[in-house]
Each structure stands twice: as C-alpha cells, then as structure tokens.
C-alpha cells in the first residue's frame, strides 16, 4: 500500500509541476513531461545517493577541522519507487511525443 501511494503522489506531483510549467508558458502539456521526468529522476538519484562528491565535501571538511581520518563511504544508491515511476512518466512521455509530433519526427 505504501509503494501505491508513492507511486500516485510522484505522478501527481509530475503532473502538477507538469501542468504549471505548461500554463506559465502558454505551451503543450507533452512539451516538457519528457525533460521533467528526467529532472525530477536525476534530482531523486542526486539526493538519495551515498558516497558522492558531497559526501567526499563533507567528510574533507571534518578531517580538516578535527584532524581525524574518516573512513570513505563506497558509492551507492538504491533505486526508490519514486525514482521508477520518474522514469516510467519519461518512457511514457517519450512515447507520446514522438505520437504526438509524429510530423516532425518523420
């Protein structure tokens, strides 16, 4: 039940944000699904991530400071639910823009 509701709060957030940019730029809906799904799926990755650059900041910071060596996190991320549908959003998206501008495309 907590994966459903993820997954219907991510794509009415998607599709909210996907709605304001459309009406604040007087464009199409499928205009910018595509790229938002992206962004939103990359900001996901970014900030749920271990062991990054800022990890590697922060952890540069502290030794400084306390003059104590820290171990070093190894890379990880764990894919979310939220994180698949971003993802399942931009399939889907890509899908009906090539549809939808079908002209220009061919």
């Known amino acids: ?3 459903i509701m993820m997954i219907l709060w991510t794509v009415a957030f998607l599709l909210a944000v996907n709605t304001g940019i ?3 730029t007087n ?3 499928i ?3 595509f790229f938002l799904g992206l962004l939103v799926a990359f900001a996901i990755r970014f900030f749920n991530s271990a062991g990054g650059h800022t990890t590697k900041a ?3 910071q502290v030794q400084s400071s306390t003059g104590i060596k820290q171990e070093s996190e ?3 991320f764990l894919p979310s639910t939220g ?3 971003c993802l399942a959003y931009s ?3 890509l899908v009906v823009t090539f549809f939808y501008y079908m002209d220009y495309f061919v």
């Open 22 to 24: 459309a009406w604040l």
């Open 91 to 93: 399939a889907v998206s």
């Open 58 to 60: 922060i952890d540069l």
């Open 83 to 85: 994180f698949y549908t």
């Open 31 to 33: 205009d910018f699904s």
């Open 1 to 3: 039940m907590k994966k």
């Open 27 to 29: 464009s199409a809906f």
């Open 74 to 76: 190894t890379k990880k």
